[in-house]
């Protein structure tokens, strides 16, 4: 069915291979913190509160699920993590009104609150580093030992010499012999005691480099495998008052036939719920609100008061080329009240303004500072999250770029205040363009604009800003769009509609259910031809890729070539990006599913 719709071989080649795994709760997990709603993940701190908290006193969560660890230690160690989209698809009602227009068939698409509770696995160099404490604490006893064993020699040799000088003293060779035979053997059973001491600390330090090699044989077989897991999933069908419901994985042997098994179906199924709440959430909130409409209104903004000749219009606009055009197309063909394609296949897109302001209200300048967010979200360290990786090393490439080019046109803080142009480009888009936001969770009194500044009176936070809107319009639009469709494209992987409602907590589940459960075929085929047409690069994509070096170079010297020193700073990016696209390609050997959108 691919080819139908224009996939290209390779998309279609990862899309089987996506079939083939996509049941495995590592996969899920690794799709969380790869794809685009990474965005939404965050670790739990203090913990458990809220309905978590009410799901673990119940006994929702297994002890076994977290590998028999205890829940207070995995929270305080860093290592539960969730995603939370019940608050955006509140108010958001179910769809299918346009159903028929597809399916041929009225449906209700039902919409689904789910939340989801991740578990990270105690890595093996967190097992090495236990064993390499053992073996630290064992040359300290061995160490103690021997200064005990050379003390207690040395008061041995003492003794011996004060019973000699004793025995000669005497003069009587019978009594010398005796005393000196005796005073051998009480040596040789000390000896021997100190010879079974050594012998029992030879076995145990074989029995922890025993340790050791296991510890390394284990790490080698989880190279390609991520230590993240879905360990427990809420679901809620809001809209009809129906009660919410907790999931968990089962236990790891109590699964005979994953294909007829209630405990596995039922984990199966939950997933898909929660993959189609993501659905919606990604494609209005991460994509269109994110991605697109905040880069329109930094573009209008440009346009309005940076005149062209201004350094930061020339290098602004290459990035934001073309955004007000294709926002246009977008509102027109895609989300329009009378031309909502979203509407045909997915479970909330009878809602979408609804769901769009939700999406709005989580926007904010803080978390668009990426490495930031990141430690903001308690992200820095979590093991395989190459969304991260690729975005933290190409947010710092992009910045020293910008930070070379403002300082071709800014040579003190004076510059930056007393620019006018640049004043009222960056309150127009907080008070005109972000005046309305109302931040989710936000207190009373809160600084409105989504938090955007109002002014800029330093080199250090133009620079900042510059890149956070270069960054949004650019990588992390590239990271949410592109080659999204072997993930989203496979239908049972992350259906972006449900035709039944989530099941109660004691129902049984079978095959029949989840089949019926999700949506056609014709639903799978608009599925795969959107993704496809959403997620391809666009004929001006040498703005973006950096193998077309001189390309790139040439885009942006036609609006900088005026200015001595930006042809310099270009270069020095675009090799900067290649560089850092061979540490993508190297990552990627032997990888079952490359991670390489950013390359």
Not at 215 to 229: F, T
Request: net charge negative; glycine share 8%; proline share 3%.
């Amino acid at each position: 069915m691919g080819e139908l719709v224009g996939w290209l071989k390779t998309d279609i080649k990862d899309g089987l291979k996506v079939g083939e795994i996509f049941q495995d709760d590592t996969e899920f997990a690794r799709q969380i913190i790869q794809g685009p709603n990474s965005t939404k993940l965050r670790q739990i701190k203090g913990g458990l509160f809220g309905k978590w908290y009410e799901a673990n006193e119940k006994g929702m969560l297994p002890k076994y699920a977290i590998d028999g660890e205890d829940i207070e230690d995995v929270i305080k160690d860093g290592r539960l993590f969730e995603i939370l989209n019940s608050e955006v698809l509140d108010g958001i009602g179910h769809g299918g009104k346009a159903s028929k227009l597809i399916t041929g068939t009225d449906k209700t698409w039902y919409v689904v609150q789910a939340d989801c509770l991740l578990y990270q696995r105690k890595s093996t160099k967190v097992e090495e580093k236990e064993v390499e404490k053992e073996q630290e604490q064992q040359q300290e006893q061995e160490q103690a030992q021997e200064n005990e064993n050379e003390k207690a020699i040395e008061k041995e040799d003492k003794e011996k010499k004060e019973k000699n000088e004793f025995d000669i003293s005497l003069s009587s060779s019978s009594t010398y012999q005796f005393s000196t035979t005796a005073t051998s053997g009480s040596t040789n059973t000390w000896v021997d005691k100190v010879e079974e001491k050594n012998t029992e600390k030879e076995k145990e330090k074989e029995k922890l480099i025993e340790k050791k090699e296991k510890v390394i044989e284990k790490e080698e077989k989880e190279k390609n495998e991520d230590l993240l897991v879905p360990v427990l999933i809420r679901l809620e069908n809001k809209n009809d008052g129906e009660k919410e419901t907790f999931w968990h994985p089962p236990e790891q042997g109590t699964v005979r036939d994953s294909k007829t098994d209630p405990k596995h179906l039922s984990w199966l199924l939950a997933k898909m719920y929660f993959r189609c709440a993501d659905w919606g959430i990604y494609s209005i909130g991460t994509h269109y609100a994110r991605a697109h409409a905040m880069n329109e209104v930094f573009a209008t903004s440009m346009y309005r008061n940076l005149p062209s000749a201004h350094p930061l219009f020339r290098l602004l606009q290459p990035h934001f080329q073309g955004i007000i055009g294709i926002n246009m197309q977008a509102r027109a063909n895609l989300i329009a009240p009378d031309q909502n394609a979203f509407a045909k296949f997915m479970s909330s897109g009878d809602n979408l303004p609804d769901l769009l302001v939700n999406c709005c209200k989580e926007l904010d300048y803080k978390s668009m500072v990426v490495p930031d967010d990141f430690e903001t979200r308690g992200l820095k360290d979590l093991p395989g999250y190459f969304f991260r990786d690729d975005t933290v090393a190409l947010w710092g490439i992009l910045k020293g770029y910008i930070e070379e080019m403002v300082s071709l046109s800014y040579f003190s803080e004076d510059d930056v205040t007393k620019d006018e142009e640049l004043q009222k480009f960056v309150e127009e888009i907080k008070e005109i363009g972000f005046g309305s936001f109302e931040r989710a969770g936000a207190e009373a009194g809160a600084e409105a604009g989504a938090g955007f500044p109002k002014c800029i009176t330093t080199k250090e936070k133009l620079v900042e800003y510059l890149t956070v809107l270069i960054f949004n319009v650019s990588i992390f639009h590239t990271s949410v769009n592109f080659k999204v469709n072997k993930y989203l494209g496979y239908l049972p992987n992350a259906p972006p509609s449900l035709r039944l409602t989530p099941p109660a907590q004691d129902d049984v589940i079978t095959m029949e259910r989840i089949m019926e459960t999700l949506p056609q075929y014709e639903v799978a085929l608009a599925t795969m031809v959107i993704t496809e047409v959403l997620g391809n690069f666009f004929s001006n994509r040498a703005i973006l890729r950096g193998d077309q070096g001189r390309k790139q170079t040439r885009i942006y010297g036609r609006e900088h070539g005026r200015f001595s020193g930006t042809r310099g700073c270009i270069k020095s990016m675009v090799k900067n990006m290649e560089k850092y696209r061979d540490v993508i390609t190297k990552r990627n050997v032997g990888k079952f599913l490359a991670y390489d959108v950013l390359s």
